[in-house]
């Protein structure tokens, strides 16, 4: 694909939604970095209807530390891979506390050592919550990006590594947003739904579902 193309499908995203944003409900860099973590493999949805109860109750490091283990189990549990994420977060509060003056970090370096937090979700957190051009791939930004032909790669690490190189600048900051809505709501996994697709003229598919 050739970078007038790259350049015109993200123009389209944007006149579709011109002011992208995750659908986690969160209020700070912290509340945001916990509820990234409890999404790994569970949906957004799932992920808010447990936060509306937890950060009510508990949204900083001391707090949620304060609840320990089976409180804060109590209020996660109908998420998936609770027992780890609960383990993962109270971790991750001990830390935000004796090295990070109870903040979230803003580099990538002292993101990934926090416990439960990896690449993606740094990325996200550096993105979402602090402005920075990251692109964090999930599944749906690895299908789209390989199926509509913008950045194919064999895995989420390359896909991201081109992305970075070939989105314009003018786009990468709410890049990750416009692909995780696109394949989450339009270029679904099993069937996309090519006929209400914005850049349909534009994708490389060959197996259009129109």
């Given amino acids: 694909m050739n970078a007038a193309k790259r350049r015109e499908i993200f123009a389209c995203l944007k006149a579709t939604n ?6 986690l409900e969160y209020r700070s860099p912290f509340e945001l970095m916990v509820a990234v973590i409890l999404s790994a493999q569970a949906t957004d949805k799932s992920v808010n ?14 707090t949620i530390l304060a609840l320990g283990e089976a409180g804060l189990s109590d209020f996660i549990k109908s998420i998936g891979l609770y ?18 003056q109870a903040q979230v970090p803003r580099t990538r370096e002292q993101l990934e050592k926090l416990p439960g937090v990896g690449r993606k979700t740094a990325n996200v957190i550096m993105n979402t919550a602090f402005g920075e051009p990251t692109i964090a791939v999930d599944t749906h930004i690895f299908r789209v990006a390989n199926r509509t032909g913008i950045a194919p790669g064999k895995n989420v690490l390359e896909v991201e590594l081109k992305l970075l190189k070939v989105v ?10 416009w692909l995780i809505l696109h394949g989450r709501y339009v ?10 697709c914005s850049i349909n003229h534009l994708c490389e598919f060959k197996d259009k579902n129109i």
């Fill in 18 to 23: 011109p002011h992208p944003t995750t659908e």
């Fill in 83 to 100: 027992k780890t994420k609960t383990r993962n977060i109270l971790a991750t509060c001990q830390l935000l506390i004796s090295e990070h």
């Fill in 168 to 177: 314009p600048n003018e786009f990468k900051l709410d890049a990750h947003h």
């Fill in 49 to 62: 209807l447990a936060t509306r109860k937890l950060f009510p109750r508990a949204n900083t490091p001391q």
């Fill in 187 to 196: 270029c679904k996994a099993r069937k996309p739904e090519c006929s209400v």
